[in-house]
């Protein structure tokens, strides 16, 4: 009988190598092959220490097996020699490390720094640029150049769990929140109290509030019903341009009355000079018809409406006027229009206007939905005209005109809670 042939021998497989791909092959392994992995580098990284005799003999180790660094078998060697098992299980994968410890240690007090601040946070990207810039920096461009694929996420996770960092929920600073909020409190204040000071100088009659706000000539709803499952949009074929949008101009004053009315549409000035909007689509001659390039308001259509709606209304007596802060409300014309004709002009604080502007406040609401209420009446009843621009703004006229007077009351009245 034969004897069996002996079993061919494998050659041992190098040490792990600072490969990009590596997290994803070790993802692939299960726990056990990961336990017989680990298992295996500790021996393998027993036998190289081994044949370290003393610290001078380090160097030569090193030039024996190249794919580890001088740094992982010194830090090895004094964790074998000194019997600190702990400190040989923290230099695991040591080898993946471009940094020697007080390199590290740089590098976490300035992570550190920034983290004590509040003026940044701290991420892997952070992380990667903090130590390729002190890499750099210590050591040079090029050597950077060199080994910048070091730089991978297990150095960073493993550099985040040897200096105690960990991963939270990132906060806005509650002093700056409270800061921010104590800066809008303060103009808050201050511009309730120039409406209060404006309101007992001038009368309540004579602080208006004026804003504009959008209207489609082609006004459907948001939302509709469909059938269920099926993915098929909704849609709404226009007779007309359904971009087509006009502005609308209302006004108010602090008694709640209404000043007359005034709408933009997009058109050349100068070709449309001389036509009269009024006549063309049957619109009361007591409103403003406005064009701009733009159908949006802008500095002349401004200093249009002081001119024919505000100083007629005022008889040009002293009057305040809230706008929000809009820039052709600001524009140098605007300002010199309103201080020859003594109108005091109050600015809403910038992103305050749903709470502070009494307009947002409770009368823009219902004057859009009887708006768009009766716009959508008139298309489905199938008018030819229903998209035209006149009697979208008669529509609007209509709308503007049926709102209670208790709605453009109400808006300077909950100006009180904020004082």
């Known amino acids: 009988?034969?004897?069996?042939?002996?079993?061919?021998?494998?050659?041992?497989?190098?040490?792990?190598?600072?490969?990009?791909?590596?997290?994803?092959?070790?993802?692939?392994?299960?726990?056990?092959?990961?336990?017989?992995?680990?298992?295996?580098?500790?021996?393998?990284?027993?036998?190289?220490?081994?044949?370290?005799?003393?610290?001078?003999?380090?160097?030569?180790?090193?030039?024996?097996?190249?794919?580890?660094?001088?740094?992982?078998?010194?830090?090895?060697?004094?964790?074998?020699?000194?019997?600190?098992?702990?400190?040989?299980?923290?230099?695991?994968?040591?080898?993946?490390?471009?940094?020697?410890?007080?390199?590290?240690?740089?590098?976490?007090?300035?992570?550190?720094?920034?983290?004590?601040?509040?003026?940044?946070?701290?991420?892997?990207?952070?992380?990667?640029?903090?130590?390729?810039?002190?890499?750099?920096?210590?050591?040079g461009v090029r050597a950077l150049r060199l080994r910048c694929r070091d730089f991978s996420n297990s150095f960073i996770l493993g550099f985040k769990t040897r200096h105690g960092f960990s991963t939270k929920v990132l906060n806005v600073s509650q002093k700056a929140r409270e800061k921010e909020i104590n800066s809008l409190a303060e103009?808050?204040?201050?511009?309730?109290?120039?409406?209060?000071?404006?309101?007992?100088?001038?009368?309540?009659?004579?602080?208006?509030?004026?804003?504009?706000?959008?209207?489609?000539?082609?006004?459907?709803?948001?939302?509709?019903?469909?059938?269920?499952?099926?993915?098929?949009?909704?849609?709404v074929s226009p007779k007309k341009n359904a971009r087509k949008n006009i502005t609308t101009i209302p006004a108010i004053n602090a008694l709640g009355g209404k000043l007359k009315f005034a709408w933009i549409r997009r058109s050349d000035p100068k070709t449309d000079r001389k036509s009269n909007w009024n006549t063309k689509y049957n619109i009361p001659t007591t409103v403003l018809s406005q064009v701009t390039p733009n159908g949006w308001t802008n500095s002349k259509s401004t200093c249009q409406w002081i001119r024919e709606i505000l100083l007629p209304y005022s008889k040009k007596a002293p009057c305040a006027l809230l706008i929000d802060s809009y820039p052709p409300h600001w524009e140098p014309s605007v300002l010199k229009l309103a201080e020859d004709s003594k109108v005091k002009l109050i600015c809403v604080p910038a992103g305050q206007t749903a709470s502070l502007q009494p307009l947002d406040i409770s009368f823009n609401a219902p004057f859009k939905v009887r708006r768009q209420q009766l716009s959508r009446d008139a298309i489905r009843a199938r008018l030819p005209d229903a998209q035209d621009v006149g009697p979208v703004v008669r529509r609007a006229i209509e709308a503007y005109n049926k709102v209670p007077k208790r709605f453009a009351l109400e808006g300077w009245t909950l100006l009180k809670k904020y004082q």
Not at 200 to 224: H, Q, S
């Open 1 to 139: 009988m034969s004897a069996p042939s002996p079993t061919p021998t494998r050659a041992l497989p190098p040490l792990r190598h600072t490969s990009p791909s590596l997290p994803k092959q070790l993802s692939r392994l299960s726990s056990a092959q990961l336990a017989r992995k680990r298992k295996f580098n500790e021996s393998r990284w027993e036998s190289i220490i081994a044949e370290c005799k003393d610290a001078a003999t380090i160097q030569e180790v090193a030039s024996k097996h190249p794919e580890c660094s001088y740094d992982s078998i010194a830090r090895r060697y004094k964790s074998f020699k000194e019997g600190d098992m702990d400190y040989a299980k923290q230099c695991r994968g040591s080898q993946f490390r471009i940094f020697s410890d007080e390199e590290e240690s740089m590098l976490a007090a300035i992570l550190w720094s920034a983290v004590d601040s509040e003026e940044d946070w701290i991420d892997q990207d952070t992380v990667r640029r903090e130590a390729m810039d002190l890499y750099s920096h210590l050591h």
């Open 187 to 235: 103009n808050n204040k201050a511009f309730i109290a120039q409406v209060k000071t404006a309101i007992e100088k001038y009368g309540a009659r004579l602080v208006i509030n004026m804003d504009e706000t959008p209207a489609r000539c082609f006004d459907i709803p948001v939302t509709a019903w469909g059938r269920q499952g099926e993915r098929r949009k909704l849609s």
